[in-house]
């Protein structure tokens, strides 16, 4: 029958624009990889790893006490991490300097990536950081042994009701051939 | 109406096929690809259950009585799984492969080789997802949605779920491509779109869903992959990656899969209650536009599930008035087949039972939605047993009734035989009653806040999850019954009439013998 083929042809054609359509979602579904990246830049949320810009003029409030606690962890690869302080009192505004210090206890060469952890979780609104070992890879050759500052401010927009905070790191390996984090 | 084309009589030589199991390897007819959509589902919705007894046998009582955490964990996540992808969605598959050319006067299917194939590829894959169970590290065990970072460290289990998942998503856009293009290209003359049967049109609509999102599924999963073994880091946050990102691709998946796994249910319920009423569906054209809107809405709403995630409260205010909005195209649909049973000669067969049923469950389990989709209300009751509730209430009471009611209304076309009406009767109210007793108090057990994925759990939630077991056995135990009156219609059923529905009028009905021949419509009917 004559309509067979039509029909036939019709319906190939049909696979082909449907099957482009699945392609192209597939693509889709990596591209929000670089959409999300970029969505969550341009609206400032998870800005975790990039430095902050100083604020010209900077208000202490020294009516007010902060306790920092300074928290280090290490996942998966074989290196010693820890503040050289546990905790400081500070006033919001006030620019607080801390040292860590990490230490590579194999004896490879190992690169590591810190990613910071706050709690109470919004406590990254008020939290300028000027430098931090967390913006770059940090790689120690064996047995070597490193201290690094965090320099930051609390800013006094912090809610009245916290009095106590958490800043956490926590150091993992980076595999060969990963890069480390893009921002 | 009655111009059955001379096509249909006594043609047996239509008929020839390969006999025995090579028939079914081989086949490229709808109508068996449809029965082992139907007969594959059947199988899986067996073994998600036989898990789910598992699950509700360990939480008969507080304490850990049956399986280790490890393995409950397990039980948890492939029965998720398996219902979603092995069962609900092959079944709909299923009753698409068989109404779809009867119901638009189509010969087959557009690609019936690729519907083969289409087929062939479910068991390979629930047998990786079965299988799973007896590799070292047993199966996937951190839920259906697979978040990481607990799908990253997972054991053997995970690859195998991931290949599943490939190769179910493969299915899938096969067998949409095959749908939409038969529905489109294939329609008998006369049958414009806006003349197809309702059932045909959510099936339209439900196969461009899931070429729209299955193929990103595939992407977040082969994402997985390669954060696994390949070195990647999409989700890994030392690689500067982010695992709140899988949830939000998931869901880019996740949120029309719902809707994916529910279009179709309204379709069936779009054809019975017509038929039982004896009357035409009320605001058909109303009735379609409501599903393209729940189609569009449903890929816009994602993160409704991720509340608790962490987001800007303009993301969070966004995501809950778009989830609300649902509610709107979905009230004209249930509207719509109240007034299509309002002052009709109303009967009620099984098929129209579990239409009803339908109906008035899916409305509770519509509304509890709306509860979870209020931010404040959804960051009390995530991860509760309220979540389990309401989403039990739309797939098992909303996708598995219609499924049911689709089953039984249309068992006499397929098969030429009736079913034991007395026994289907049994069978909906058996469900009814021991569905509810099942997920009615999942919501007060979720409301004090029983979390979860938890093999145990404390000492005032033990009332609750004693009558949710009882009533999940006794649900369980009836669907055996279904089994036996579909088995027993098959093999020795009474000799169905020509036309058991009077009120029906879909072309199956008018223009086909019953049972419909292996082959029909090779001259297309013509439609006024």
Redesign the interface.
């Known amino acids: 029958m004559g309509m067979v083929n039509n029909n036939s042809k019709a319906n190939a054609l049909m696979m082909k624009k449907l099957l482009v359509f699945t392609l192209v979602m597939f693509v889709f579904g990596y591209a929000l990889v670089p959409f999300y990246e970029k969505f969550c830049e341009v609206t400032g949320i998870n800005n975790l790893l990039r430095p902050d810009v100083r604020a010209k003029e900077n208000w202490v409030d020294e009516e007010r006490w902060i306790t920092i606690e300074f928290d280090a962890n290490t996942r998966g690869l074989p290196w010693q991490f820890k503040p050289l302080q546990t905790s400081a009192r500070i006033h919001p505004g006030e620019s607080v300097n801390v040292m860590y210090e990490i230490t590579n206890d194999s004896d490879r060469e190992v690169v590591g990536q810190a990613i910071p952890s706050y709690s109470p979780r919004y406590l990254d609104k008020h939290l300028k950081k000027f430098e931090c070992f967390c913006f770059t890879k940090q790689v120690l050759k064996p047995k070597e042994t490193r201290q690094m500052p965090v320099q930051f401010v609390i800013e006094p927009g912090l809610p009245a009701d916290i009095h106590t905070v958490t800043i956490s790191y926590t150091f993992f390996e980076l595999p060969e051939g990963v890069n480390a984090v893009k921002n | 109406m009655a111009a059955i084309h001379g096509d249909a009589h006594g043609h047996g030589h239509d008929d020839h096929h390969p006999s025995g199991i090579m028939r079914w390897i081989t086949t490229t007819n709808h109508k068996d690809i449809g029965t082992m959509y139907l007969w594959f589902s059947f199988a899986m919705f067996l073994v998600g259950g036989t898990l789910a007894m598992g699950i509700r046998a360990e939480l008969f009582q507080p304490g850990i009585q049956i399986l280790e955490p490890e393995l409950f964990n397990q039980f948890t996540t492939l029965h998720g799984l398996i219902m979603v992808f092995g069962a609900i969605m092959p079944a709909f598959v299923g009753f698409a492969n068989w109404q779809v050319p009867l119901m638009i006067g189509a010969p087959d299917m557009?690609?019936a080789r690729m519907n083969n194939w289409s087929f062939w590829l479910l068991p390979v894959a629930a047998t990786l997802l079965v299988s799973s169970f007896f590799v070292p590290g047993g199966a996937a065990a951190g839920g259906w949605t697979f978040y990481p970072p607990l799908s990253t460290q997972g054991g053997l289990g995970v690859d195998l779920m991931i290949f599943a998942v490939h190769i179910l998503g493969a299915s899938s856009?096969m067998g949409?491509?095959n749908i939409?293009?038969t529905i489109?290209?294939?329609r008998a003359p006369g049958m414009t779109l806006m003349k197809m049967p309702m059932f045909v049109w959510t099936w339209l609509i439900t196969a461009y869903l899931l070429?729209?999102?299955?193929?990103?599924?595939?992407?977040?999963v082969t994402?997985l992959l390669t954060d696994r073994h390949f070195?990647?880091?999409?989700f890994?946050?030392?690689?500067?990656g982010?695992p709140v990102?899988f949830q939000?691709?998931f869901w880019?998946f996740g949120h029309p899969e719902v809707y994916i796994m529910i279009l179709p249910s309204f379709g069936i319920v779009s054809e019975v209650i017509p038929t039982f009423s004896r009357k035409p569906l009320f605001g058909y054209s109303s009735m379609v536009y409501a599903t393209a809107s729940i189609a569009i809405l449903s890929c816009v709403v994602w993160a409704h599930h991720m509340f608790t995630a962490?987001m800007?409260t303009v993301g969070q205010l966004f995501f809950m008035y778009a989830t609300m909005l649902i509610a709107v195209p979905t009230g004209v649909k249930v509207f719509n087949w109240t007034a299509t049973m309002w002052r009709g000669s109303m009967s009620f067969e099984t098929p129209m039972l579990f239409s009803i049923g339908f109906i008035f469950l899916f409305v509770i389990g519509g509304f509890s939605g709306v509860i979870c989709a209020i931010v404040p209300i959804d960051i009390q009751v995530q991860d509760t047993y309220y979540v389990i509730a309401h989403f039990h209430y739309v797939l098992v009471s909303g996708s598995l009734f219609a499924l049911f009611a689709g089953a039984y209304y249309w068992i006499p076309k397929w098969t030429g035989r009736m079913y034991n009406e007395t026994l289907g009767k049994w069978h909906f109210w058996l469900s009814m009653f021991f569905f509810n007793l099942t997920f009615f108090v999942q919501h007060f057990l979720g409301l004090a806040g029983m979390p979860r994925r938890i093999p145990d759990y404390n000492l005032q939630f033990a009332d609750f999850n004693m009558i949710s077991s009882i009533g999940a056995f006794g649900f369980g135990l009836t669907q055996l019954l279904f089994l036996y009156i579909m088995i027993s219609c098959i093999r020795s059923g009474e000799k169905a009439p020509e036309k058991p529905w009077d009120g029906a009028t879909t072309l199956e009905w008018t223009h086909l013998p019953t049972p419909a021949p292996y082959h029909s419509f090779e001259k297309p009917p013509i439609v006024k």
């Open positions: 557009a690609f856009i949409s491509i939409i293009t489109l290209n294939m070429v729209l999102v299955m193929p990103v599924l595939a992407g977040v994402m070195g990647t880091s999409f890994n946050a030392a690689g500067g982010d990102m939000h691709i880019f962490g800007p």
